[in-house]
């Protein structure tokens, strides 16, 4: 990515640019109008030299030069043809003159040329030449100097902004900035500050909105929840139909945990310290609860487990360790699936060559990545050659899900 301009320098280089572009138009008038009086002047020389000359014979200025027609060169007719009476124009001879010419009548009606020798006069080609050093050592002075003074005013106006865009981050309610956007004295800083507020609104009514539903939803799932609990409790004494008895007990412990995940998502997201849990009992007793549901898809787990505990309450570690091992069994493919469990990390590899074909894949492990995050932990996935790998580990890491 190109490195981005600080506004500081921007606005300074803009006014630099502004400086020098200003004083350069002004110089190209100056020049433009020094050439401009310097033609008039010779022009109005001409004219009245002109209108002595009505009689023949009148002695002439020096530089002054009077040519009947039908006597002057051809290069001189040539540069004057089409002129009408009293017309002047001016240009460079061949042999380096350079002149103004006046199509004069004089009182008998015979035309000549009335010719001004202007070498020698050109005081302001002279003068560009001499000063043009001159010049170019004031605009790089103006340059300097509008760098200068820019600096100094920008400075305030980038301060203004840095400081803005810090009380924008250390804003953490809509009131406050709100606050800062009516304090703001430029509009535009005042409409960035209220944008702002308006983006934290919208944010904070979606957050609302998110724990409502969460709420009426863990509200609304507790009845049926007990209701199903019961159900099982009451038929585990009279089953006769295990593999139906099992996926029912399944349900139920899946909806229990649906319900736990919900209650916590709905919850602050800062948690107390908690005393640290033993993983291994959970891990071995999710293990046997989807071993049926694994060798329905010719699926295998391979548990090495040690002994560790993670600091979080039984019922997360119980929901995080259901997700990813219905995630490997659900969207893996048929095989072996290897769960270690060490002090580290809690690591589950699994066969899956078209996870990315799988419809909701991944959402599972989303909501794992926000139940661990408040208590330090991290989720990182990974899939490769055929087999996907899923590691969880009290190392913040964000999730890296590949569709």
Known sequence: MNQRLQLRHLLARQWVIFTVTLFSGFALLAVLLSFM???SFIDQRLDDVASSQRFENQPLPAQFFRYPIDQASSELRQKMH??????????RMDNGQYLHVRLSENESGERFFLAYDVSDQLFVNTALQNVWPLLLSIIILLATLAWYLANRLSRHVA???????????????????????????????????RLNAEALQRHVDSLNREKETLAFLSH????PMQSIQNSVDLLESQRDHQAAFERLQRASRRLQRAAQSILWL???????TTEPCAVQPILASLIN???????????????????TDWPMPTEIIETVIANVLLNAIQHGDSGEIHITLTTEALTIRNPATSVANNEGFGLGLQIVQ???????????????????????????????ICY
């Not at 709905?266 to 107390?272: G, I």
């Open 370 to 400: 926000r139940l661990l995050k408040p208590f330090a932990f991290g989720l990182r996935y990974q899939h490769d050659n055929g087999v996907v790998e899923i590691r969880i580990a009290a190392d913040p890491v964000d999730i890296d």
């Open 37 to 39: 009086l310097e033609d």
């Open 220 to 223: 609304e799932l507790r009845t």
């Open 266 to 272: 709905a919850s602050s997201s800062k948690r107390t």
């Open 82 to 91: 089409n002129a009408s009476i009293g017309s002047i124009r001016e240009f």
């Open 289 to 307: 609860e989807f071993s049926s549901l694994a060798a329905t898809r010719q699926q295998h787990m391979i548990c090495q487990a040690d002994d």
């Open 159 to 193: 301060e203004h902004a840095r400081n803005l865009i810090q009380q924008l981050g250390a804003c953490d309610d809509v009131a406050t900035m709100q606050q800062l956007a009516q304090a703001q004295t430029v509009f535009e800083f005042a409409e960035l500050a």
